[in-house]
């Protein structure tokens, strides 16, 4: 297939790379435009009041890559509309650091946002995403990036699947049906970790923010939220510490409807 790639973690991110390879290792024809730094739950955030710079680059990934100076939705909409020489049949997002699992944290999602601005262009996408504990992700920041050595094995296999699972999804989901595939792998992932077929958490996620400091701010405090979600179906939180690949397909026409 003829795959757009994004994320929300920037260029530079070994998740991507990952699954950048695996994706060219199959075959299939791919373009990347990522952002130039972490763009994490900005949703589908565009910039709106200033200009995007965009510049082709060479990552040696084997495909076509260019650098956007802006959000998930910034790249994919630019890189259609005027970096790529022909649409691309589908757009994938990821493989994001860390999960997009429930619904308080897939709508703040920027991967999951990647691939809602392909679903906004007619194009079928997908958003990949990587449980990672909190002390993983704590060792990835002060590693510059560089995942251990349990971890990256446990990308590599992730990033395989997503090769080989993607573009099946895509090729199933009709053009202008703003449906999007959210899959989310676990810690430790296994090749024969089963796929389930799962729906949103429904997660509250209040109190994100400490309390005013001396200085006038309020930061950012990560929590996972309160899941108060019922026993079934299937969560895709559920489905991920049960240590099952999870599916969820996100059909945003039903949105609103009685």
């Not at 390879?21 to 952002?35: D, F, Y």
Request: aromatic share 6%; glycine share 8%; with cysteine.
């Amino acid at each position: 297939m003829r795959l757009l790639l994004t994320n929300d973690d920037g260029i530079e991110s070994v998740f991507l790379r990952e699954l950048a390879r695996e994706l060219v290792a199959e075959g299939h024809e791919l373009s990347i435009a990522a952002p130039r730094s972490e763009q994490s739950w900005i949703g589908a955030a565009k910039s709106r009041n200033r200009g995007v710079h965009s510049a082709k680059v060479e990552r040696d990934l084997g495909c076509p890559t260019w650098i956007v100076d802006g959000t998930p939705s910034d790249c994919v909409n630019i890189a259609v509309e005027h970096l790529l020489p022909e649409p691309p049949e589908g757009v994938i997002s990821g493989i994001n650091v860390g999960l997009n699992t429930s619904l308080g944290f897939i709508i703040a999602s920027g991967t999951v946002a990647g691939a809602w601005e392909g679903a906004l262009h007619g194009l079928p996408s997908i958003a990949f995403s990587q449980e990672v504990s909190y002390e993983m992700y704590e060792h990835l920041k002060a590693q510059g990036g560089q995942p251990d050595e349990a971890l990256l094995a446990t990308l590599r296999i992730s990033a395989r699947s997503a090769a080989r699972l993607g573009p099946g999804l895509l090729a199933s989901t009709a053009p202008c049906s703003f449906v999007i595939h959210n899959v989310n792998f676990p810690f430790p992932c296994k090749p024969e970790s089963p796929v389930r077929r799962t729906i949103p958490a429904r997660m509250m996620v209040p109190g994100l923010f400490s309390p005013q400091s001396d200085d006038g701010t309020h930061r950012l405090v990560y929590k996972m939220g309160v899941d108060v979600s019922p026993p079934e179906p299937l969560t895709d939180s559920a489905a991920v510490a049960a240590g099952f690949i999870s599916h969820s397909v996100l059909d945003y026409t039903r949105l609103g409807t009685v």
